[in-house]
């Protein structure tokens, strides 16, 4: 599933976004909340798309200018049908205002912002509350953040302001300091799968999937998972090579797979697949693995490895994962620095006889 889709642009929508099954609880406190105390001028929602943060975003906005008033059920949505309904559906809400980059920009600048905050100041169109929505807020850059604090703290009467970020570090503290702040629950894996089979996925292959996407059944269920699919396959082949070549071996392998892929991106499907061998070499089974589909080539794997090797390969992953934080290393310093990791771990097991060596390998030596 790409950004945009995930992030469930109205255009084309036929009824309002149905809240996820995991976020039930979020729906009736969000609820609660908005019922029980004063709107706010500003909310900021913390989630990630990927687990449906958009999707409960644009189910809030709207509930928010759905005309019909909220029935006594906490799960009720916006009705679909008013008036007010089918203009957030058509795109053309004249209360709704979308801050986010133009076209082919990954930011959000300051020209938009003003737009906002010149939107914030007209009167209702539809008579009822305005909303300006903020997909993926981390986007603002700094003039566009600081044109928009005013506006922030004191919105003309009947706007809010609806912020989503996944990151709310990447937003100005007087931004954050100025919004009530709504944390959205990460979906439960029962819940999740239980879903994901709901969307016609096999138990075996949504588990999988859940698996490379880091538990995040949105992303689970779009094209990320068949991409994290093939790098894990790529990366099972590699380091079945790794294995046979041993000490004589490209030492700087990874670069060589990983090809446009940033060492952010590789690394966690990495670390899935060490933590997979792990299991496997402890006597683990496969059932809940990434490595359900790949099983009969990580079984030889398996007989090549030792347990301490495959425990050696996952912290030099966490450690992977430390120095992509601390060390201000770029994406190709970072791989080549892990590529040496495991590629020491090889020549120290078969070096100290581990049962890892290969009989193909001693043969031709
Ligand atoms: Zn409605």
């Known amino acids: ?75 009720a949505a916006a009705c679909g049908t008013c008036v007010g309904c089918r203009l957030v559906l058509a795109g053309s809400h004249p209360d709704l205002h979308r801050l986010e980059p133009e076209e082919g920009h990954e930011q959000i600048r300051v020209d938009e912002a003003r737009a906002a905050v010149a939107f914030a100041g007209l009167k209702a169109g539809q008579g009822g509350l305005k909303v300006v929505f903020v997909p993926q807020a981390e986007r603002l850059n700094v003039q566009a953040a600081n044109c928009l604090l005013k506006t922030l703290e004191e919105p003309p009467l009947g706007t809010l302001f609806l912020l989503t970020t996944h990151c709310p570090a990447r937003l100005l503290v007087t931004v954050r300091s100025r919004c009530q702040r709504f944390a959205l629950r990460p979906s439960g894996r029962p819940v999740a799968l239980a879903w994901l089979e709901a969307q016609g996925l096999p138990g075996p292959e949504a588990a999988a999937r859940l698996d490379l996407c880091r538990g995040l059944p949105l992303d689970a269920l779009g094209d990320a998972a068949a991409e994290q699919a093939a790098l894990y396959a790529d990366l099972v082949a590699a380091l079945a090579a790794l294995l046979s070549d041993g000490p004589e071996g490209d030492a700087l392998w990874l670069s060589r797979v990983a090809g446009e892929r940033t060492h952010a991106t590789l690394l966690p499907v990495l670390t899935l697949l ?92």
């Open 1 to 75: 599933m790409t950004q945009a889709a995930r992030s469930a642009a109205p255009e084309g929508r036929s009824k309002p976004p149905a809240v996820l099954p995991w976020q039930h609880e979020d729906w009736a406190r969000l609820g609660a909340l908005l019922a029980r105390e004063r709107l706010p001028h500003a909310l900021l929602l913390l989630g990630l798309p990927g687990a449906g943060a958009l999707t409960f975003a644009e189910a809030v906005v709207a509930r928010l200018l759905c005309a019909v008033p909220p029935t006594a059920d906490p799960l």
């Open 274 to 365: 060490c933590e997979d061998l792990l299991r496997l070499c402890s006597g683990g089974g496969t059932a809940t693995l990434a490595a359900a589909a790949q099983v009969e080539r990580l079984t030889p794997l398996k007989g090549r490895l030792t347990r301490e090797a495959a425990g050696q390969w996952v912290s030099a992953c966490y450690a992977s994962a430390r120095q992509g934080l601390a060390s201000g290393l770029k994406s190709d310093e970072l791989l080549d620095a892990l590529s040496l990791s495991l590629h020491g771990v090889v020549g120290r097991m078969l070096a100290a006889g581990g049962e890892g060596k290969d009989p193909e390998t001693a043969r031709r030596r």
